[in-house]
């Protein structure tokens, strides 16, 4: 089964929150890359039915989005942290168990059972308005994987979580992947992504700018033009070596720093090693200054138009 999206297009009054999407996700990881605005939660909405295209059609597998059968397929687990406070973690899942139609005696094994996934058995006890914000985010993950839907939209569910919560998250997604379900994970940072994705999705101002294997999206990354700032010395001649590269667009120094715009900067960083050892140069500092996933976006983006 599939998560398909045909030609959608979803307006807010006059705002365009996604803007003629087309895609088809599949068994596996896929990553939702994107910037805070681009559209990602608006696309997740869309998803999970709680937001109807204004055209084209969101489809899980020959449902649409928003039918009750859809429903039954899709564990959802939203960025926003709203819980009922007064409430437990074991109670909070357990309730959303009753809710999907399970009768005392599966409710209560299947929160068990999720809860033990997402290492909260020691904690799930304490009261919803007490936990942690990795607490909160753990227990959003197992009420949508209670009822054990074959789709899972997780919206940014690593925020707040600590570097060896998000490791034991990242291999419960692998395990759950290994099982064939389908999972889309958005966030805005890109590591993250490459960590946990082997498909991606980059959004960018309600539209998709690039689609693929991780391979593919990277190659479109290190193809882009790029602004290196370098620190050697001596830098006027390392400047001068820099100009006689056809890769190298521009060389600006100012005192011991230069200024690189390369058109490749995978063949740059490539070469860089080399010559500076060929020629005797110190280098004391040699980084990009727009490798951030905004500069990959705004790189695509203008690609597109």
Known sequence: MLLSFEHVTKFYGAVIGVNDISC??????TGLLGANGAGKSTLMKLASGQLRPTQGHVRIGEHDAWSTAAKHHLGYSPDLNSFYEEMTGREFVYTMARLHGFSRVEARQRTADVIEEVGMTDRAGRRMAGCSHGMRQRIKLAQALVHDPWLLLLDEPLSGIDPGGRREINELLFRLAAQGKTILVSSHILVEIEQLSNSILMMSRGRIIASGTLAEVRNLMQMRPMVVEIVAEPARRLAALLAENPIVQSVEVRDHALTVRT??????????GELVCQHGIEVRRLQPLDAGAEAVFDYLQKGRS
């Open 24 to 29: 088809r996700i599949g068994p596996g990881i």
């Open 263 to 272: 058109r490749n900067p995978q063949q740059f960083f490539g070469e860089i």
